[in-house]
């Protein structure tokens, strides 16, 4: 095992080509969700790189069932109207009403024209979700997770990104916003990604990335 871990760290070194290959991929075909014609172009852009970049025997299989597609609406209408609370506090930000830009996670259901309403709570993880949610505090709220930095792409991917919504919704929230999963201070713009499927018995809610 030590040693085909080796050759996989050989072949993704810097000196290689497979940064490019898969800066390439992420640049040209963003946004590759299951069924989606970008997913198509992204697999046929592999399999020519595979047989005539590096001249690998490459063979595609298509599958026999039938795979989800979930298409983005107007991203022109997706964003966040923010009310701040502002009494009590000192300095007192102005402006108290703001628009942030947001973009739906893959798979999320969306929240219809009227959109939803809902008091902002603000956790940094499951278990500070866990806390606010059996003491009633996220019942009709908007959860926020906000891990503050980025530290390691699998920590947040799966547990906050992929399962977020579905442990907020338990708790009886009305919507998720995610902070987009990307290095401190890339350019590259919101990182959406997609959420898991909802458990069974467990209303799906509207989830969003924000920057």
């Given at each position: 095992m030590a040693k085909e871990l080796k050759t996989v760290l050989e072949l993704a070194s810097e000196t290689s080509r497979v940064y490019y290959h898969l800066e390439t991929l992420c640049l040209c075909f963003p946004g590759r969700i299951s069924g989606s014609d970008i997913l198509e172009s992204a697999i046929d852009f592999l399999r020519d790189?595979?047989?005539?970049?590096?001249?690998?025997?490459?063979?595609?299989?298509?599958l026999v069932t039938d795979c989800p597609n979930w298409e983005r609406g107007d991203n022109d209408k997706e964003k966040l109207f923010v009310d701040i609370a502002g009494d009590g506090i000192w300095p007192?930000?102005?402006?108290?009403?703001?628009?942030?830009?947001?973009?739906?996670?893959g798979h999320s259901p969306g929240t219809g024209e009227s959109g939803i309403?809902?008091?902002?709570?603000?956790?940094?993880?499951?278990?500070?979700?866990?806390?606010a949610?059996?003491?009633?505090?996220?019942?009709?709220?908007?959860?926020l997770y906000d891990f503050k930095h980025y530290t390691k792409y699998g920590d947040l991917s799966g547990p906050i990104r992929g399962c977020g919504a579905n442990s907020a919704s338990k708790f009886g929230a009305a919507g998720v916003l995610n902070r987009a999963i990307a290095p401190d201070g890339s350019t590259s713009g919101l990182h959406t990604g997609t959420i898991m499927p909802f458990e069974e018995g467990v209303k799906p809610i509207p989830t969003v990335c924000e920057s």
């Open positions: 790189l595979g047989d005539k970049e590096m001249k690998l025997p490459v063979m595609r299989e298509e007192m930000p102005n402006p108290l009403h703001r628009t942030l830009r947001i973009m739906a996670n309403r809902g008091k902002i709570i603000s956790v940094m993880n499951n278990e500070e979700l866990k806390k949610g059996d003491v009633g505090q996220l019942e009709n709220a908007i959860v």
